[in-house]
């Protein structure tokens, strides 16, 4: 029997994965952990919650023995915007937070999932159809922890034999939880100020090619992946996994389908757009296919139908 560790269970993925680990493997199975931001009801009502900070070991390691943990999954993070705005802290949380886990892992021998990035990519990147193995020199300190990750994560497995597994997400949209401050975040927000005023300012410029990914699919990438056959994995770290590539002005267009009056105008965030800029274009996810199976459900059509409808009805309760 499976006994999990999320870490980062508030966050944007963290809220969803909980939730959908504590449906396959059982609620009292899958422990959600939290630093400061308060879990919601439905975290809080379906199974375990517990405090930790993964800049102090000893929080991750008294959790993981109190209920005998032997998978975790490591979510907690900062994002590449709010990361830029505080490097310190972003080493700190991203770089201490996973040594400290991937630590815990080696000690009480479990398996470990932790998300790598498109920021783990940088500009001397070919950005069209990024290669699963290429050149890798970001110039953000996410895309500085991100790439440092993925080698401590394959260095645990070769030094120590723990089973690290982990993906690039792309931008991940999705209506449960906000992103909380990323470069692709503008994905999100589109969609709840088409619905609220049928305008959207885009802080990215019109022509910048992102790949993206719909939190279903995510959720499933990092499932999918934790549960993959070992022997048929060559890599264990840092898949690329992408479901669809596209700039804003084809998010704009496909919302206007359903919201005919909805209009896109442009302030364009310097910070944001040069981090966009060196970032793939399209990445090409052939090894995750190949290696264990990726294959993403939604595209930029469907996507939007789901979000659009699913997003009404949570703003409409709110
Ligand atoms: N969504 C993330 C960000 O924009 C990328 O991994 O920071």
Redesign the pocket.
């Known amino acids: 029997m499976k006994k999990i560790l999320v870490t980062g269970a508030v966050g944007q993925i963290g809220s969803e994965l909980t939730l959908a680990l504590r449906q396959k493997y059982g609620n009292d199975n899958v422990i959600a952990t939290g630093h400061k931001t308060k879990p919601s009801e439905k975290l809080l009502n379906s199974g375990p919650f517990e405090l930790i900070n993964c800049t102090d070991i000893n929080t991750i390691e008294a959790v993981v023995k109190k209920h005998n943990i032997d998978t975790v999954y490591h979510l907690a993070a900062l994002?590449?915007?709010v990361a830029e705005a505080n490097p310190q802290l972003a080493w700190d949380v991203n770089m201490n937070g996973l040594y400290n886990t991937l630590e815990v892992a080696r000690e009480y021998k479990c398996a470990l999932f932790t998300p790598s990035?498109?920021?783990a990519f940088g500009p001397s990147t070919p950005l069209d159809n990024t290669p699963q193995d290429t050149t890798q020199r970001p110039n953000t300190i996410?895309g500085v922890t991100k790439v440092a990750g993925e080698l401590l994560c394959d260095y645990y497995y070769k030094r120590f034999g723990v089973d690290t597994r982990g993906v690039r997400?792309?931008?991940?949209i999705s209506y449960e939880t906000l992103?909380g401050g990323?470069?692709?975040?503008y994905a999100v927000e589109i969609y709840y100020e088409a619905i609220k005023h049928k305008k959207y300012t885009c802080f990215l410029k019109e022509g910048t090619y992102l790949d993206m990914m719909y939190m279903p699919d995510a959720i499933k990438a990092a499932i999918d992946l934790m549960e993959a056959e070992p022997g048929k994995l060559k890599h264990r770290n840092a898949f690329n996994v992408t479901a669809m590539s596209f700039a804003p002005e084809h998010i704009a267009s496909e919302i206007k389908k359903t919201i005919p009056e909805f209009t896109i105008d442009y302030k364009v965030d310097p910070v944001r757009q040069a981090i966009a800029e060196t970032w793939p274009n399209n990445m090409d996810d052939s090894v995750a296919r190949q290696e264990w199976g990726w294959k993403p459900k939604y595209n930029l059509a469907s996507m939007t139908k789901d979000m659009l409808e699913k997003l009404s009805q949570k703003l409409k309760k709110d």
Do not use: H
């Open positions: 994002l590449s915007a990035s498109i920021g996410y997400y792309p931008g991940i992103p990323g470069t692709t975040d």
